[in-house]
């Protein structure tokens, strides 16, 4: 009855960290599917299972991508013990994160240039160094992350993956 208990115990923790993936996930997850061992007593137990999720942007909207990736990072790593495919999902909605979040400020900066500035003296571009005018801290942690993961920023649909 051993390999039963186990069987029983595993079944239990792949439902349960699919299920975590279903809820923190909700419209972004869809359901889980199962892979299913027979037990010694005839019964179906869940050995490995999946759940689909929805990490690309939102075209044209990059505060509803930045929103829909926050809910995705929240269920690829909602179980208790995520997944290295899990890691991976997450990996790539901070990278589509990063690049909605450098969008939005771009269009955020893009309309402060619009409106006319007070007269008061802002520094000259010659009097910040070439180096601190050209590095962004946004694109630099978009550069980390995308040569670590190795995976594009496209928009895509990934399977969040528990193995027990």
Not at 47 to 58: F, H, I, K, L, T
Not at 98 to 110: D, G, P, V, W
């Amino acid at each position: 009855m051993k390999i039963l208990d186990q069987l029983k115990q595993t079944d239990r923790a792949v439902r349960q960290h699919e299920m975590a993936h279903q809820v923190a996930g909700g419209r972004y997850t869809g359901s889980a599917s199962y892979d299913y061992k027979i037990g010694p007593d005839g019964q179906r137990y869940a050995v490995a299972g999946r759940v689909s999720v929805d990490y690309g942007p939102v075209t044209g909207d990059p505060r509803a991508t930045i929103e829909k990736m926050q809910t995705v990072i929240a269920a690829a790593l909602a179980p208790a013990d995520p997944s290295p495919a899990d890691y991976q999902i997450a990996a790539r909605a901070r990278q589509n994160l990063l690049t909605a979040q450098l969008e939005l400020s771009q269009q955020q900066q893009a309309r402060s240039e619009s409106v006319p500035v007070p007269a008061e003296r802002t520094p000259d571009e010659e009097d910040i160094p070439t180096s601190e005018r050209s590095r962004d801290p946004r694109v630099e942690a978009y550069s980390r992350i995308a040569a670590t993961t190795g995976a594009g920023a496209g928009s895509g649909q990934a399977i969040l993956r528990s193995l027990a």
